[in-house]
């Protein structure tokens, strides 16, 4: 099953930018994914296990890394585009 992942990571950090490219750069580095950024967002399309594991890896990186994060995430089944 694909799906689609609206994410937005807020480090409560001062630096807010470089935790924010590390987290897309490591998300695009996982095979079969596709991810595409915008100024408010990162969406992550594929297939529904392949998403999970990646999101589920990065966000406990990230989560260790940073004294204090959120992510905000929507999840949509059966995307339209591929």
Known sequence: M???VDISLYPLTD?????????????????GLYVDTNTMSTQIRGEYDDVM???NGEIKT????????VFVMKILNNPIAD
Do not use: C, G, N, Q
């Not at 630096?15 to 996982?30: A, N, Q």
């Not at 990230?62 to 994060?69: G, M, Q």
């Open 2 to 4: 694909k799906v689609a």
């Open 15 to 31: 630096d807010l930018i470089p935790p924010i490219l590390d987290v897309i750069e490591r998300l695009k580095s996982h095979a």
């Open 53 to 55: 594991a990646a999101l």
């Open 62 to 69: 990230t989560f260790e890394s940073l004294p204090k994060a």
